[in-house]
């Protein structure tokens, strides 16, 4: 349970808007930080870092997430390698938590899900999934490309097992978390494992809701390509830890209409208080502060010798071209 926030809040910020967040904190319906922060108004990302002392990087960190990734400024990096997801299938549930969908595997889930290789150092256990998304097509996403924001992003946490025992200490610790984040584009030909999740989205439709999900495989999430970014970041919820390694893939998975419009009839509030629309639960993009955004992609081979790595046969990649249909960057 959090401290008392009016000791904080008024040293730390304006008045009009600590007596508000005063007011709100002090609700008998609000029984942690964790329930209540919100994508807008005064509990919103601007004020993620003075509502709660433990959440301060959201506010003064140099590493945050998500960034707008500008292909020209990308570096190759040779040594990166493929990205590597064990193909066997979890179980978990899916939650409407008032500020996204977020999918939690089984606690007692016998065989875990790795992921290692690319730019990681250690094997990380997948643990939860985000979706994040728009209310209309023209955004959504959190990360964007060259300024442009996606329908929708999904983002895949897994925390670093070789040296952690949980997502909760490892969200405190350096290479803590990798996240895996897939641009979200609508299509007539969805992802197949991603059907399995709109399926379910009639029976998550208020806060609190939640529904099981079983046997969903996390590889079979991902796009076709072995082609990524990367770079040092953090979490893009609360606390903003600052503790992830992300990893964009370089191509879009699909969603159909249909099912794109059943996930924006999801709401914040409760059934008998629905309040707003789930969506536009995305952070704004934030400052790179000098870092560096590494890819797989060798732009300079494909513009001296025309034989870049590619996502399809005879498709080529280089900088200054991308787009949003078929993949990130594209020749």
Same mark, same amino acid.
């Given at each position: /349970? ?37 994508? *807008? ?15 301060? =990087? ?9 960034? *707008? ?16 997801? *064990? ?12 500020? &996204?969908?977020?999918?939690?595997? *089984?606690?007692? +889930? $016998? ?15 997948? !643990? !939860? ?9 023209? #955004? ?20 670093? $097992?070789?040296?952690?025992?949980? /997502? ?14 897939? =641009? ?18 009639? $029976? ?9 999900? #079983? ?40 969603? +159909? ?7 924006? #009839?999801? /709401? ?42 590619? =996502?399809?046969?005879? /498709? ?6 991308? &787009? ?8």
């Amino acid at each position: /349970m959090p401290s008392p926030v009016h000791t904080f809040c008024f040293s730390s910020a304006g008045f009009i808007a600590c007596s508000a967040i005063v007011l709100l904190c002090s609700s008998e319906v609000l029984s942690s930080w964790e329930e209540w922060w919100t994508y *807008d108004g005064i509990s919103g990302p601007s004020f993620w870092g003075l509502i709660n002392p433990q959440w301060n =990087m959201c506010n003064k960190g140099r590493r945050q997430s998500p960034i *707008d990734v500008v292909p020209d400024k990308l570096l190759f990096d040779p040594y990166l390698r493929p990205l590597h997801i *064990d193909k066997h299938k979890v179980s978990g549930t899916l939650h409407n938590t008032g500020q &996204s969908l977020v999918f939690r595997v *089984d606690k007692d +889930t $016998k065989q875990h899900v790795n992921i290692s290789g690319g730019p990681l150092a250690y094997r990380y256990q997948f !643990e !939860e999934i985000y979706i994040h998304y728009g209310t209309e097509n023209s #955004r959504g996403s959190e990360h964007y490309i060259q300024g442009y924001s996606f329908p929708g992003e999904i983002q895949i946490y897994g925390f670093n $097992k070789e040296l952690y025992h949980n /997502m909760s200490e490892a969200q405190h610790k350096s290479q803590g978390i990798v996240g895996l984040s897939l =641009m979200v584009q609508i299509g007539e030909t969805p992802n197949p494992e991603l059907r399995i999740i709109t399926s379910t989205f009639n $029976k998550v439709l208020y806060r609190g809701f939640s529904t099981p999900i #079983r046997h969903i495989s996390v590889r079979s999430l991902l796009p076709n390509t072995d082609h990524y970014i990367t770079y040092e970041g953090s979490t893009t919820h609360p606390g903003c830890w600052e503790s992830t390694v992300w990893i964009i893939v370089n191509k879009p998975i699909y969603i +159909t209409k249909q099912e794109l419009y059943q996930l924006r #009839r999801l /709401m914040q509030g409760s059934e008998s208080t629905p309040k707003a629309p789930l969506g536009n639960n995305a952070r704004p993009v934030q400052s790179l502060h000098h870092r560096t955004v590494r890819t797989n992609i060798d732009f300079k081979r494909n513009k001296n010798q025309n034989a870049c790595p590619s =996502m399809y046969k005879d /498709m080529y990649y280089r900088a200054n071209r991308w &787009s949003p249909d078929t993949g990130l960057l594209i020749r």
